[in-house]
Nanobody, 126 residues
Framework: QVQLVESGGGLVQAGGSLRLSCVAS????????MGWFRQAPGKEREFVAA????????YYADSVKDRFTISRDNAKNTVNLQMNNLKPEDTAIYYC???????????????????WGQGTQVTVSS
């Protein structure tokens, strides 16, 4: 079983940038498709971005497309989320998640991911 730990959250002004990282332990990260989800207070957890095992395929929510970039370094067992031009509506707890088998619409559903980190808070002030 893989353990996931996120870092890199914090407080930033609108228009600023943050880089989130998710480090895996226990199993080799290359075995897993990886995703980032977020949850704002009073809202459901929502999909942000995902990346295939090799990094060859990436998926983004429309709300973050062209602002966020997901990447991975399997040699370092790390998945990153570069967030640029942040907006107050990006404020949420961001979670890293992994799963062995994803295809089609499963990439976008939190219920399809078996492994989760504890989350890191991102706050964007206006």
């Amino acid at each position: 079983q893989v353990q996931l730990v996120e870092s890199g959250g914090g407080l930033v002004q609108a228009g600023g940038s943050l880089r989130l990282s998710c480090v895996a332990s226990g199993r080799t990260l290359s075995n897993y498709n990886m995703g980032w989800f977020r949850q704002a207070p009073g809202k459901e957890r929502e999909f942000v971005a995902a990346i295939s095992r090799s990094g060859g395929n990436t998926y983004y929510a429309d709300s973050v497309k062209d602002r966020f970039t997901i990447s991975r370094d399997n040699a370092k067992n790390t998945v990153n989320l570069q967030m640029n031009n942040l907006k107050p509506e990006d404020t949420a707890i961001y979670y890293c998640a992994g799963d062995n088998f994803l295809y089609g619409t499963r990439w976008y559903r939190s219920s399809e991911y078996d492994y989760w980190g504890q989350g890191t808070q991102v706050t964007v002030s206006s």
